[in-house]
């Protein structure tokens, strides 16, 4: 089982980056955090980080083919992409959005989140455990498990 992890735009500069709200850790350290889980999990992951939408909408599209669910922080794309929107909902595979600060205690300006309603769920402000809860609801969604409780 495959998992993509999808980090959007501005995020390579993580750890340099405003530490006081996106915190100390840089993208290379939360990605071997996010392995060393996986391999636990007895999942494998792919990292990605793009800051192009375009880009971001093919590397989706590729997850339908070679992944079994993603977890995706958009970046400031949460807040306008509708590209990014159709792509989530288009392929079918189920993705989890993921924001290390809690948008919704920010500007009014990130406090919508055009990707939430096409996810299979939300996750913001709690850091890097945020990923890492990420990758373990996206491991139990992909396996199948109903995370409704419903089977
Ligand atoms: C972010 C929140 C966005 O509003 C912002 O544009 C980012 C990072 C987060 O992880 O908290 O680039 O997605």
Redesign the pocket.
């Known amino acids: 089982m495959n998992i993509l992890i999808l980090h959007?735009?501005?995020?390579n500069l993580l750890g340099r980056r405003e530490p006081s709200?996106?915190g100390k850790q840089n993208l290379e350290q939360i990605n071997e955090k996010l392995a060393l889980l996986a391999a636990g999990l007895g999942v494998t992951i792919t990292c990605r980080q793009s800051n192009h939408e375009g880009e971001l909408v093919d590397l989706l599209h590729q997850a339908a083919v070679n992944s079994h669910a993603v977890v995706f922080?958009?970046?400031?794309y949460?807040?306008y992409s509708i590209a990014l929107r159709d792509a989530v909902a288009a392929i079918g595979i189920p993705v989890i959005e993921?924001?290390?600060?809690n948008?919704f205690a920010?500007e009014d300006f990130?406090r919508q989140s055009v990707i939430a309603p096409v996810a299979a769920g939300q996750i913001?402000g709690l850091g890097i455990l945020g990923y890492l809860a990420a990758l373990r609801a996206a491991a139990a969604l992909a396996g199948g498990e109903d995370l409704a409780g419903e089977s």
């Open positions: 959007g735009p501005n995020l709200i996106y922080n958009p970046g400031a949460t807040h993921v924001h290390l600060s948008i920010r990130r913001s």
